[in-house]
């Protein structure tokens, strides 16, 4: 007998997964549907999650049930991702996976399977989309009125992702209050939690906007005529997101300037008037290594690019299960555009070798991607980057992980730490050398290699190396 089962969250489907599986009902005799949200599931002011793929305590905090017990949490994390796939199928999709693992066929969550395939693509396009989400996300300042959210952003997510990012925005809004609209849903943060709604708002005209003219002043003053790439800039930023940010407005005006003469104009006014720092290589030592220069190696996010030789990108398999975050390139890494080659990786590969890790099998980035220093003598010292230029350069370290998805990240010090979380105010404290999750991630945190070079009592050395050691060995049984 065929059964019809109607769903509305991925917390629900999983509930009905469980008994299905219990009674053995295979996924050709059950039919899954989707109920429309209606202003009555949202009625309640106080729900605190929308009704589709949002994250809740269900799926969070294992129950004491036999299927949760056995399914490992990674394989219940990569399904409630999938769940946020707009697909008619998704929720039919999803109980093929679960009734295939519960046969023993582990390989269903494979890329090497044709539904493990189908799987990992959706989770990567819903990770991908989150990313989008947060990179293209536009707040914008409203009148101050009573009860009113102080920011309000508009945005056409392609897939159910509002839920995650407004989560993400609550972590780094503080106790500023907002709301985001989108043609499904309405997701308001009031300063101490979230509360989704039915959609409020047609699009972005819909925003009473008075910091608008300010972003607008702001972008324009930030575009420079003379670095204009169009094909980069429009193939970097889809025109999906170009129409609902309102510097998008601008882009085609500007590129009309840039192309009547304002590019060559802006060299010789913006570049001709700046200072120029010395740097005591040869010309050629100062290009990048890499073929073709990248989008990083363009970046003026922050001002650090300009006494650096070159932007330093990650390294190392781009599928790899863990990530490593230093905090800055150092001197000879800045000068060879590779991370991790001078004392402190030194230090990393004396770890790598003692762990039985291969550093060739891990992802090894920084937090900041330019070398930061200040001139003593002939040589560059490190600076500690500002919390401003980390900041700043998070947008290339959420590109790293929305590209690689590592299971397990491993935080260097204190300013990958901070990046990582996206919370200045991290401290080493009692996280060091005690694996905890984070957005879905088990997050390592050991002591820095230089920290390690620079401590000189023999002891506390050779007990800041264990735990880098044994960190990297977490990380390794952490990761699948
Ligand atoms: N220190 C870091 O944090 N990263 C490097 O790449 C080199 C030194």
Redesign the pocket.
């Known amino acids: 007998m065929m059964r019809t089962i109607c769903v509305q969250s991925f917390s629900q489907w999983r509930k009905e997964a469980r008994e299905l599986l219990s009674t053995g009902v295979p996924p050709h005799a059950v039919q899954w549907s989707e109920a429309l949200q209606s202003d009555d599931l949202f009625g309640a002011v106080e729900q605190p999650r929308l009704a589709y793929g949002a994250p809740d305590a269900t799926t969070t905090a294992p129950e004491n049930t036999r299927e949760t017990a056995r399914m490992p949490r990674e394989m219940l994390r990569m399904l409630e991702t999938a769940a946020c796939f707009r697909s008619p199928d998704r929720y039919a999709f999803l109980y093929k996976i679960v009734w295939r693992w519960q046969l023993g066929q582990k390989d269903v969550l494979s890329p090497a399977d044709e539904d493990g395939a189908r799987l990992n693509a959706m989770v990567k396009t819903i990770r991908r989309e989150q990313h989008k989400m947060h990179a293209y996300l536009r707040f914008r300042e409203r009148p101050a009125a009573a009860g009113a959210p102080q920011f309000v952003a508009w945005f056409e997510p392609e897939h159910d992702v509002l839920p995650q990012v407004a989560e993400h925005f609550s972590r780094r809004m503080g106790h500023t209050t907002w709301m985001i609209g989108t043609p499904q849903a309405t997701m308001l943060w009031d300063g101490s939690r979230v509360v989704a709604g039915p959609p409020v708002m047609q699009g972005p005209e819909d925003i009473a906007d008075t910091g608008e003219a300010m972003w607008l002043t702001y972008y324009r003053s930030t575009f420079n005529p003379a670095r204009l790439n169009v094909s980069v800039m429009q193939g970097h930023i889809a025109s999906r997101y170009w129409k609902n940010m309102p510097e998008g407005a601008l882009v085609p005006a500007m590129i009309a300037e840039a192309a009547a003469g304002a590019q060559r104009d802006g060299q010789t006014k913006t570049v001709g008037a700046r200072n120029g720092v010395t740097i005591p290589i040869s010309a050629d030592d100062a290009q990048p290594k890499r073929e073709q220069p990248s989008t990083l190696d363009q970046c003026r996010r922050c001002d650090l690019w300009r006494n650096a030789t070159q932007a330093?990108p990650g390294v190392g398999p781009a599928a790899a299960r863990i990530m490593l975050?230093?905090?800055?390139?150092?001197d000879?890494?800045d000068l060879a555009g590779?991370?991790?080659?001078?004392?402190?990786?030194q230090v990393l590969d004396d770890a790598f070798a003692q762990s039985g890790l291969a550093r060739e099998s891990i992802y090894?980035?920084?937090?900041v991607k330019h070398f930061k220093w200040e001139p003593r003598g002939k040589r560059r010292l490190?600076k500690t980057p500002a919390q401003m230029e980390v900041t700043a350069c998070s947008y290339w370290l959420e590109e790293e992980l929305a590209s690689v998805q590592p299971d397990v990240i491993v935080a260097?010090?204190g300013?990958?730490l901070k990046a990582i979380l996206g919370n200045p105010k991290a401290t080493l404290g009692d996280r060091i050398g005690v694996p905890f999750q984070h957005e879905g991630r088990w997050i390592v945190v050991v002591y820095?290699?230089?920290y390690i070079l620079r401590v000189p009592d023999a002891e506390a050395k050779a007990k800041a190396m264990a735990v880098l050691i044994e960190g990297l060995k977490f990380a390794q049984n952490l990761s699948t």
């Open positions: 330093v975050v230093g905090e800055q390139p150092g000879q890494e590779t991370p991790f080659i001078g004392p402190a990786g090894l980035t920084n937090a490190h260097l010090g300013t990958a820095h290699p230089s």
